[in-house]
C-alpha cells in the first residue's frame, strides 16, 4: 500500500468521533457487513464500483432553524428550497434497487421531518431492500406521533444534532431550537423503542465541535439516554479557504456516494455548494450514467494523482479544508 493510500484510507470517516456506544444494528448480516467494508475500503484502493454504495438524498432543503455555524443554509436563495418530489424520490430509489445500492441517507442541507411523506421515503426504500436508511435531524419536530411512524417505517438510524449540554447557550447557537423539547423527544423515542420490543432505530445525539463543547462532558451526559453519543469537526462552508495544498490527500467520497438535491441535481459529494462538478440532473439523467460521467471520471483522477486543489470545486472545499489542516498538524 503506498503512502497516497494510507491517507486516503485514513480519510474515509475522519471528520466522526464516536465518544460513547454505536449505531450499528443489533441484527448485522452478512450484506450490511460488506456494506460497511466496501464504504472504507473503495476510497482507499481508488475502487470504482458500477453504482454508488451510497446516495444522499435531500427529502427537504427547508429548515425550522436558524444555526449561527450552519455551513450550508447560508448559501442557498429562496427558490432552492422545497422538497423532494415522492415520484422523483421512486425513481431513484427504484434504479438504486436494481443497482445493488445499500444506503441512503434522507437529508443534505435541511430539516427532513418538513418533508410530510418523509415516513412514507423510509417505508419505499426499506420496502425495496435498501439496508442502510438514516438521516440527520434537529429534532424539534419528532413529536411521539413522527417517532412512532419512523419505527413502523422501519428507519434503521437517526441522528440528532445537539451542541453541548448548556441549554442556553444551544439555544442561542441553534435559534429556534428548544433544548428541553428536543431532549423530551429524543427520550420519547427511546421510550418507544422498548415499548414497542424494536432496537430501531439507532439513535445517536452528535454535536458540532464548536470551541465551548467538552466532548467529555458531552459523553458523559448523553451515556445510556441514546445509542451513541458523537461529535464531527465543524467546517466553515462561508469562508473558504483555497490556498491549501497536500498533494496526499483525496477525498474518499468521489468512491463512495453522489448526492441529489430536492430538485434532482446530482453532485459528487455533500461540499460541492457551488455544483460546478454537478453532471446534470436525476429527472433527465440516471444515476448510473452520472456516477461514471467523464467530469466526475476527470475529478477521481485528479484525486488519486494528489491534484484536488487545481479543481475549482475542490479547492476551496470546507471539508477539504478541515481535513488538509488536521493532516499538518
Not at 432552492?80 to 424520490?89: A, P, S, T, V, W
Not at 413502523?152 to 453541548?164: F, K, P, Q
Not at 454537478?278 to 460521467?293: A, K, L, Q
Amino acid at each position: 500500500m503506498t503512502r497516497m493510500e494510507k491517507r486516503v484510507q485514513a480519510q474515509a470517516n475522519a471528520n466522526f468521533y464516536s465518544l460513547w456506544g454505536s449505531s450499528d444494528p443489533e441484527d448485522r448480516t452478512a450484506r450490511y457487513d460488506e456494506y460497511r467494508h466496501c464504504w472504507m475500503a473503495y476510497p482507499s484502493r481508488f475502487q470504482v464500483r458500477e453504482f454508488p454504495v451510497h446516495l444522499d438524498l435531500e427529502a427537504s432543503s427547508r429548515c425550522n432553524l436558524r444555526c449561527t455555524f450552519c455551513d450550508k443554509l447560508p448559501l442557498l436563495s429562496r427558490d432552492q428550497l422545497g422538497d423532494m418530489d415522492f415520484d422523483l424520490y421512486r425513481k431513484i430509489i427504484d434504479e438504486g434497487e436494481e443497482r445493488q445500492l445499500w444506503s441512503v441517507k434522507l437529508s443534505y442541507r435541511g430539516e427532513p421531518l418538513l418533508n410530510p411523506r418523509i415516513a412514507e421515503m423510509v417505508a419505499y426504500a426499506k420496502k425495496r431492500g435498501i439496508v442502510d436508511i438514516y438521516f440527520n435531524s434537529n429534532g424539534m419536530l419528532l413529536t411521539e406521533n413522527m417517532a412512532d411512524k419512523l419505527i413502523a417505517a422501519g428507519l434503521d438510524r437517526i441522528s440528532i444534532s445537539v451542541e453541548g449540554v448548556d441549554p442556553v447557550r444551544f439555544e442561542k447557537e441553534r435559534v429556534g431550537a428548544k433544548y428541553d423539547r428536543i431532549a423530551r423527544n429524543i427520550e420519547t423515542l427511546m421510550d418507544l423503542k422498548v415499548r414497542r420490543n424494536c432496537s430501531h432505530p439507532k439513535v445517536r445525539v452528535q454535536t458540532v465541535c464548536l470551541p465551548y463543547v467538552d466532548l467529555d462532558e458531552y459523553r458523559d451526559y448523553w451515556r445510556y439516554r441514546c445509542d451513541e453519543a458523537a461529535a464531527i469537526d465543524y467546517k466553515d462552508a462561508v469562508q473558504r479557504d483555497e490556498n491549501l495544498i497536500d498533494p496526499g490527500w483525496a477525498c474518499p467520497q468521489l468512491w463512495q456516494r453522489m448526492t441529489v438535491e430536492w430538485n434532482g441535481a446530482i453532485i459528487p459529494c455533500n461540499n460541492d455548494d457551488f455544483r460546478l462538478l454537478s453532471p446534470g440532473n436525476v429527472r433527465n439523467r440516471d444515476i448510473y450514467s452520472c456516477w461514471h460521467d467523464p467530469l466526475v471520471q476527470r475529478a477521481r483522477e485528479m484525486h488519486r494523482r494528489g491534484e484536488s486543489h487545481l479543481l475549482d470545486a475542490c479547492r476551496g472545499c470546507p471539508w477539504r479544508a478541515t481535513q488538509v489542516k488536521k493532516n499538518g498538524e
